[in-house]
């Protein structure tokens, strides 16, 4: 069965220090795994798709994420947060027949 | 372009209401799916649409109903809701339903129900 654990459910940062937010996962076989960010009363857009292609995958607004199989991880980081990264984030891992398996969120806060 | 649009941003229905969400995408996509989402919480999976066919039903309250009218719009159509179902609504469109496929997101109604 596949899941997914975001460990830490809240993140505060400093304004353009790096950002690091840890996902574990668990899967029976090869997973697909995303980041999505959510800012407020907005929805849900993808940040970055790990398909077994690259284990490092970039993103957009700089973001990245470290696919680990050893480890099953599936850390996202940005090396300078910026303002506009506060925001709910969501590490998703694919099921079957388009449901997708959501972590329970961390939410992150910049501090100027 | 990615672009799901949801309509309406808000709505406010009494309980005794029928009211509907409407919901479209012009990326080509065989898969839809309605998402429920409460404060502080991931998305909750309600509907899936496979070419225009209703494939995945979460148990989901016959008060929701969900409609496929063709390959680029979805409704969900909304009767005798509770307090409880009080949430934001999320859209999604993607390729086709399962394997590694990208959901994409539409911006949501935000559903106050009186």
């Known amino acids: 069965a596949q899941s997914v654990t975001q460990l830490d459910s809240h993140v505060s940062v400093s304004e353009g220090t790096p950002v690091l937010l840890r996902c574990n996962y668990s899967s029976s076989y090869s997973p697909s795994l995303f980041w999505y960010v959510q800012h407020p009363n907005k929805g849900l857009q993808l940040l970055l798709k790990?398909?077994?292609?690259?284990?490092l995958v970039k993103g957009i607004n700089g973001f990245e994420a470290e696919f680990k199989k050893s480890e099953t991880s599936f850390h996202l980081t940005k090396p300078s947060a910026h303002m506009s990264d506060a925001a709910e984030y969501f590490c998703?891992?694919?099921?079957?027949?388009?449901?997708?398996?959501f972590g329970a969120g961390t939410q992150v806060v910049v501090t100027p | 372009d990615t672009e799901v649009t949801q309509t309406p941003k808000h709505l406010v229905m009494g309980m005794t209401n029928k009211k509907s969400l409407k919901c479209e995408q012009h990326?080509?996509?065989?898969?839809m799916y309605w998402y429920k989402q409460k404060a502080k919480k991931p998305p909750e999976l309600m509907f899936v649409?496979?070419?225009?066919?209703?494939?995945i039903n979460e148990s989901v309250p016959s008060r929701f109903s969900p409609e496929c009218p063709n390959s680029s719009l979805l409704n969900l159509h909304l009767h005798a809701l509770q307090p409880e179902d009080s949430a934001l609504y999320l859209c999604?469109?993607?390729?086709?339903?399962?394997?590694?496929?990208?959901?994409?997101f539409g911006p949501g109604t935000r559903l106050l129900v009186l």
């Open positions: 999604a469109s993607s390729q086709l339903a399962g394997g590694s496929e990208t959901q994409y």
């Open positions: 990326m080509g996509h065989r898969a």
């Open positions: 649409y496979s070419y225009e066919k209703l494939s």
């Open positions: 998703v891992v694919t099921l079957s027949w388009g449901k997708l398996q």
């Open positions: 790990y398909t077994s292609a690259a284990t």
